[in-house]
């Protein structure tokens, strides 16, 4: 027992190189031992890009409006004051942000009757002959309902929202140049278990930095 726990403990194993001269299998050896690398190295890293992991990015992005416009009253004597709320229509838009910049404002609207706008988008008629008021004609130009009655303006009488819209006094919101959008991102890169955000105070003053998030 003791002689073979020592014949095993005393011997050990040795590699023979044997060096063949053989210009054919040289040859194929290196010719063989370049592909290899040729394909590592060149299809795999470089074509295939297989030293760069990637990972799609989830996440969302918010647009945050914030200032304050005005317009004048229907007298042109005082400022009605607007804020973003009152400007941003709709409220929320799929990759898109729409700021009113001028509107029309028709105040005191109730359901009635009133004369046609002559315009051109109501046809004329006389109390006498108001054949092209008729009540089964709709229009996409009209404002409301024919009353199959000629109005005193000699254009057909509507039943609508009067007075009627008048799309020639447009009021320009003032301000809308000095509003921000504070954009606000945020992604994850679950592969890597990385996520990144644009909200950071890098600041330390609590404010949004223009070209950063703002």
């Known amino acids: 027992m003791c002689q073979a726990l020592t014949d095993l403990l005393c011997q050990y194993k040795s590699v023979r190189f044997i ?5 054919k299998l040289a040859t194929v050896y290196y010719l063989l ?5 040729a394909y590592i190295i060149g299809y795999t890293i470089i074509y295939e890009k297989g030293y760069q992991v990637t990972d799609d990015v989830t996440g969302v992005t918010s647009v945050r409006i914030k200032g304050s416009g005005a317009i004048l009253s229907s007298d042109n004597t005082t400022l009605i004051p607007l804020d973003s709320m009152d400007l941003r229509n709709p409220p929320h838009e799929l990759d ?3 700021i009113t910049t001028s509107m029309t404002v028709t105040p ?10 002559s315009d051109g988008s109501i046809p004329r008629c006389t109390k006498q002959d108001p054949s ?3 009540q089964s004609i709709f229009t996409s130009s009209s404002q409301g309902l024919y009353t199959g009655e000629c109005g005193g303006n000699h254009h057909c009488e509507l039943y609508t929202w009067c007075p009627l819209e008048d799309d ?22 679950d592969r890597f278990n990385v996520k990144v955000t ?16 703002l």
Do not use: E, H, M, R
């Open 19 to 23: 060096n063949v001269k053989n210009k």
């Open 33 to 37: 031992i370049t592909l290899v690398l």
């Open 96 to 98: 898109a942000v729409f």
């Open 108 to 117: 005191n609207q109730t359901q009635s009757y009133c004369n046609g706008p």
């Open 132 to 134: 092209n008021c008729t």
């Open 168 to 189: 020639s006094n447009v009021d320009i919101v003032q301000n809308v140049g000095n509003f921000s959008l504070f954009v606000k991102i945020l992604g994850s890169f």
């Open 198 to 213: 644009n909200i950071y105070d890098i600041n330390g003053d609590g404010q949004p930095v223009y070209g950063y998030n």
